[in-house]
């Protein structure tokens, strides 16, 4: 009979606990691991401060950031995107993310003009906005890779009309799900309400920086 036969089956599945301070801080690794895999690549949160997107969103608003499915498709128009500051915005020494609504995609030409936004001369169907604008601005045709992004209250947004075109690579994500307050929990985008009429005379309805 060898040696290892003579061994006691139950000593040998005997294993010492791990300390618990280890098992401890393996845990709390893993996790925090876990949280910066996800918020580096997946989704992260965001909240609202100021009023640039009302109505859509509210000040404090706490919002689901999608960053996975721009991998898969380019921003679309009526996505809710976060980015980071472009070139001029970082001349002015913005350094926060910025959230607004994408109206312009690339090769398209914008123009905002007797209260409307017009889109390669079409006007958009926008039922979603505070007010009508009241500013003008272009005829500008957006470049490639670039995207030209509008507040939903129009009147109090600093956004592309100000300051130019977001580049592809400055966008961080799209917004999709509120989760705070509580009663306004739910989707945030309205992509269907912001294709161009059928016609430029076709009548408007009305309704992080």
Same mark, same amino acid.
């Given at each position: 009979?060898?040696?290892?036969?003579?061994?006691?089956?139950?000593?040998?599945?005997?294993?010492?606990?791990?300390?618990?301070?280890?098992?401890?801080?393996?845990?709390?690794?893993?996790?925090?691991?876990?949280?910066?895999?996800?918020?580096?690549?997946?989704?992260e949160?965001?909240?609202?401060?100021?009023?640039?997107?009302?109505?859509?969103?509210?000040?404090?608003?706490?919002l689901?950031i999608?960053?996975?499915?721009?991998?898969?498709?380019?921003?679309q128009? !009526? @996505?809710?995107?976060?980015? %980071?500051?472009?070139e001029?915005?970082?001349?002015?020494?913005f350094? $926060?993310?910025? =959230?607004k +609504?994408?109206?312009?995609?690339?090769?398209?030409?914008?123009?905002?003009k007797?209260?409307?936004?017009?889109?390669?001369?079409?006007?958009?169907?926008?039922?979603?906005?505070?007010?009508?604008?009241?500013?003008?601005?272009?005829?500008?045709?957006?470049?490639?890779?670039?995207?030209?992004?509008? !507040? @939903?209250n129009?009147?109090? %947004?600093?956004?592309?009309?100000?300051?130019?075109?977001?580049?592809? $690579?400055?966008i =961080?994500? +799209?917004?999709?799900?509120?989760?705070?307050?509580?009663?306004?929990v739910?989707?945030?985008?309205?992509?269907?309400?912001?294709?161009?009429?059928?016609?430029?005379?076709?009548?408007?309805?009305?309704?992080?920086?």
């Open positions: 009979m060898t040696r290892a036969q003579n061994r006691d089956p139950e000593k040998q599945s005997v294993q010492k606990p791990e300390n618990p301070w280890v098992e401890g801080f393996k845990t709390i690794g893993l996790s925090v691991f876990l949280a910066i895999g996800i918020r580096s690549f997946v989704a949160a965001r909240y609202i401060p100021s009023g640039s997107m009302e109505p859509t969103l509210q000040i404090n608003d706490r689901i999608d960053k996975i499915s721009y991998n898969f498709r380019q921003p128009r !009526g @996505d809710i995107v976060v980015f %980071s500051p472009t001029a915005l970082k001349q002015q020494n350094k $926060d993310a910025f =959230i +609504r994408v109206i312009g995609l690339p090769g398209e030409t914008v123009e905002v007797g209260g409307r936004v017009y889109v390669n001369d079409q006007a958009l169907r926008e039922q979603y906005i505070e007010e009508e604008p009241e500013y003008s601005y272009g005829p500008v045709t957006v470049p490639e890779d670039n995207y030209l992004v509008l !507040g @939903d129009r009147n109090n %947004s600093y956004d592309s009309h100000y300051w130019g075109f977001v580049p592809r $690579d400055k =961080i994500g +799209r917004a999709i799900v509120r989760f705070w307050p509580l009663n306004r739910g989707e945030v985008d309205v992509i269907e309400s912001v294709a161009p009429d059928a016609s430029p005379s076709t009548q408007i309805q009305q309704p992080v920086n």
